[in-house]
């Protein structure tokens, strides 16, 4: 009976028993009745059942709302400090019902150091996230789709960062209820994530300023046709964090070929990572770590077709992922020479060492140039000829300035030149306008062309441009008189010297000599290097031209004037030469002046005339003194009251004070040397005649000249 008993309570516990891992919802009703079965030692069965009784499963709401980060993962929760930020949470249904919920906050708790508050992470926005679409929440009133007991939903949190400092790590905390009628009421959880605000990725130069572009090393650099360049493009992450897929794009200018085969990254060849498309190279690189530099450095041609004076500007473009692509500092090509101060009567082969270079500020004083650079102001120029100021553009006002540049060497003019300066490119390069102040020609743009306009230079960096000096004493001009004392109706001589100082010839050269009032050129005297050479006279002015006066070559011109006998004593006759020229194949203007002075003293002659004249040999047969005839010295000539005088060794003579009127000359034969002969055959007023009548009244001013024609043989 007692085996009987226990057979069936294990049958009623088998029939009615609940799996553990059975899902069952609150509210659920469970109804449980017990049936037993028995058999007889006979073997007969019996059964019965109890009575039922019913369970209600109670509704217990659970809610889990993670993550639950308790500190800052410095790798995973850094951001970009300004940069706006999304936080996700997941709130889990850990309940026996289905369930819905409500956002009750979201929380930030930003902090800086010493406990004091710092700005807010503000809310953008907060949305339920699901299959068909985010659903967007309002603090504490909209309702989550219904979840199901064991299943989620993610809320996506978005904030804004603006004004939280790099360095500042702070929690986010979302707060989540049911909404569900339970047993145990609502239930509420908070999840909680990090944020931690860093420097971000930061492109500059090497030394933290604007990324540089150099050409050849510096920002400008002088070049020529056909000649190669390198550009430098240098970029530092100066951030917190490391810049990804950097881009370097560099849109060469026409003028210049970028040499692909050429580009390096710090050193070594870039490969597939540089390419180039037109005139613009760009370089992709995968990453720059903080703190890291990188160094795009490639050839570039100039091509042949530039010219002197025009000035290439090349700017580069720099990026990566979460940056705005900013512009290097811009390198500029300038074609052709600068700032050599060189000698300008001979050009390029001639730069001035030793020339002493000062560029002036707008206020007139020396500009101070940065501390660091290669030079001072003044500056010196070594053998080379060359100068140069680093004056940055920043020190250049927005609206431009006059600078003057001055150089003085030994031997030279000094030079004053004008230079109107105004920013260029990005405010590093500068515009310059050249403008002789002192009368000089300037050289041209790139060259050294003299020119008497100004010249523009346009985008370099401390370039001024070439220096032309011209010589203080390229001519040298003296005049000398004869005597520095005369007398009325005295005969003056004048000797008037031009030499060329220079090593370069001298061209149209012009001498011209402009006689005082009271004294006259005496036909037929005048002499060059020694050789018969009459001036061009009008008036009172005598003018002598050379084609070519050689280097180091000398003019000696020799003449004779006649004082008027009207002139008083008591005055000075000063006697004034001008000397023009162009030196060398620039054909710079030169010149020279120089005069001698006379002191008229009393005499014995007043309002007298001057006769003057020439003995010569007629060899051209003409009648008259030409070239090809030769002067006769040593011949005695007579006036009718007996005064006499001598040819000089050209075969002239004067008389000076003779009174108005009639007067004869005649030649002594006696004083003719041998194979010299005279005529006798022919009338007085004929050129070959010994004897020669002199007609009407000297007047003031007036010169009457009287030549005697003689023939060769006995």
């Known amino acids: 009976m007692t085996a009987w008993v226990l057979a069936a309570i294990a049958t009623i516990a088998a029939a009615h028993a609940v799996p553990a891992n059975a899902q069952v919802s609150g509210g659920t009703v469970l109804a449980n009745t017990a049936s037993a079965t028995y058999s007889d030692p006979r073997g007969k069965t019996y059964g019965t059942e109890s009575n039922p009784v019913q369970l209600t499963v109670a509704k217990i709401a659970a809610i889990l709302v993670t993550p639950k980060q308790v500190a800052v993962n410095t790798k995973t929760d850094a951001y970009i400090a300004g940069q706006p930020i999304v936080r996700t949470y997941t709130i889990a249904n850990d309940s026996d019902i289905p369930d819905a919920y409500t956002i009750e906050g979201v929380g930030t708790d930003v902090r800086r150091a010493g406990g004091a508050s710092a700005a807010r992470a503000v809310v953008q926005a907060i949305a339920f996230v699901t299959p068909s679409g985010d659903i967007p929440v309002t603090i504490g009133s909209t309702v989550s789709p219904t979840v199901a007991p064991g299943g989620s939903i993610a809320v996506r949190v978005d904030l804004s960062t603006t004004g939280i400092p790099a360095g500042t790590a702070f929690a986010i905390r979302l707060r989540a209820r049911t909404t569900a009628a339970a047993s145990n009421g609502l239930q509420s959880d908070t999840g909680q994530t990090w944020a931690l605000a860093i420097a971000p990725p930061k492109l500059t130069g090497a030394g933290g300023g604007q990324i540089s572009?150099?050409?050849d090393q510096v920002a400008s650099v002088q070049s020529s046709a056909n000649a190669t360049v390198q550009f430098d493009v240098v970029v530092k992450n100066s951030g917190g964090t490391t810049a990804y897929a950097l881009v370097i794009r560099d849109p060469v200018p026409a003028g210049l070929g970028a040499l692909i085969s050429t580009a390096k990254v710090n050193g070594r060849p870039a490969g597939a990572a540089a390419t180039l498309?037109?005139?613009?190279?760009?370089?992709?690189?995968?990453?720059?770590?903080?703190?890291?530099?990188?160094?795009?450095?490639?050839?570039?041609?100039?091509?042949?077709?530039?010219?002197?004076?025009?000035?290439?500007?090349?700017?580069?473009?720099?990026?990566?992922?979460?940056?705005?692509?900013?512009?290097?500092?811009?390198?500029?090509?300038?074609?052709?020479?600068?700032?050599?101060?060189?000698?300008?009567?001979?050009?390029?082969?001639?730069?001035?060492?030793?020339?002493?270079?000062?560029?002036?500020?707008?206020?007139?004083?020396?500009?101070?140039?940065?501390?660091?650079?290669?030079?001072?102001?003044?500056?010196?120029?070594?053998?080379?000829?060359?100068?140069?100021?680093?004056?940055?553009?920043?020190?250049?006002?927005?609206?431009?300035?006059?600078?003057?540049?001055?150089?003085?060497?030994?031997?030279?003019?000094?030079?004053?030149?004008?230079?109107?300066?105004?920013?260029?490119?990005?405010?590093?390069?500068?515009?310059?306008?050249?403008?002789?102040?002192?009368?000089?020609?300037?050289?041209?743009?790139?060259?050294?062309?003299?020119?008497?306009?100004?010249?523009?230079?346009?985008?370099?960096?401390?370039?001024?441009?070439?220096?032309?000096?011209?010589?203080?004493?390229?001519?040298?001009?003296?005049?000398?008189?004869?005597?520095?004392?005369?007398?009325?109706?005295?005969?003056?001589?004048?000797?008037?010297?031009?030499?060329?100082?220079?090593?370069?010839?001298?061209?149209?050269?012009?001498?011209?000599?402009q006689l005082p009032p009271g004294m006259i050129y005496a036909p037929g005297t005048a002499r060059v290097n020694g050789v018969d050479v009459e001036p061009v006279a009008n008036g009172q002015t005598l003018r002598w031209t050379f084609a070519t006066l050689a280097a180091n070559a000398t003019l000696t011109i020799a003449y004779a004037t006649v004082v008027f006998p009207s002139v008083a004593p008591g005055t000075t006759l000063t006697n004034v030469v001008n000397v023009k020229g162009q030196g060398g194949a620039s054909g710079v203007p030169t010149g020279g002046t120089a005069n001698a002075s006379l002191q008229v003293v009393s005499g014995a002659l007043s309002a007298r005339g001057v006769i003057t004249g020439r003995v010569f040999l007629d060899l051209m047969k003409t009648g008259h003194f030409t070239k090809g005839d030769k002067g006769v010295a040593g011949v005695r000539i007579f006036l009718e009251d007996g005064t006499s005088v001598t040819t000089d060794s050209q075969g002239r003579y004067s008389f000076a004070g003779v009174r108005p009127g009639m007067h004869v000359l005649r030649i002594d034969p006696s004083t003719l040397p041998a194979g010299v002969r005279a005529r006798t055959d022919v009338p007085m007023n004929s050129p070959y005649a010994l004897q020669r009548l002199v007609h009407g009244i000297l007047d003031e001013g007036t010169i009457q000249d009287v030549n005697f024609a003689l023939g060769a043989g006995r």
């Open 213 to 215: 572009k150099t050409v």
């Open 277 to 513: 498309a037109g005139r613009t190279l760009t370089l992709r690189w995968p990453q720059l770590a903080p703190g890291h530099l990188i160094d795009l450095s490639f050839d570039a041609v100039v091509e042949n077709a530039v010219g002197l004076g025009e000035t290439f500007v090349n700017v580069a473009y720099v990026g990566a992922d979460g940056t705005t692509a900013k512009a290097t500092t811009p390198a500029s090509v300038f074609i052709g020479s600068g700032n050599i101060v060189y000698n300008g009567y001979v050009g390029a082969s001639a730069p001035i060492p030793g020339a002493l270079v000062t560029l002036l500020g707008p206020d007139g004083q020396p500009v101070r140039l940065p501390p660091g650079q290669q030079s001072d102001n003044p500056t010196i120029t070594p053998n080379s000829g060359a100068y140069g100021f680093d004056l940055p553009g920043s020190a250049i006002p927005a609206a431009g300035a006059r600078y003057e540049l001055t150089v003085a060497a030994s031997g030279y003019l000094s030079r004053r030149i004008a230079l109107e300066i105004s920013r260029g490119v990005d405010g590093v390069l500068y515009d310059v306008t050249a403008t002789a102040l002192d009368g000089q020609p300037l050289a041209a743009a790139g060259g050294f062309t003299l020119v008497k306009h100004a010249v523009a230079l346009k985008n370099v960096y401390g370039l001024f441009g070439n220096v032309p000096m011209f010589s203080s004493h390229a001519l040298n001009v003296t005049k000398t008189a004869g005597s520095l004392i005369v007398q009325p109706g005295d005969r003056a001589l004048f000797t008037v010297t031009v030499a060329n100082t220079f090593t370069v010839p001298l061209h149209d050269v012009t001498v011209v000599d």
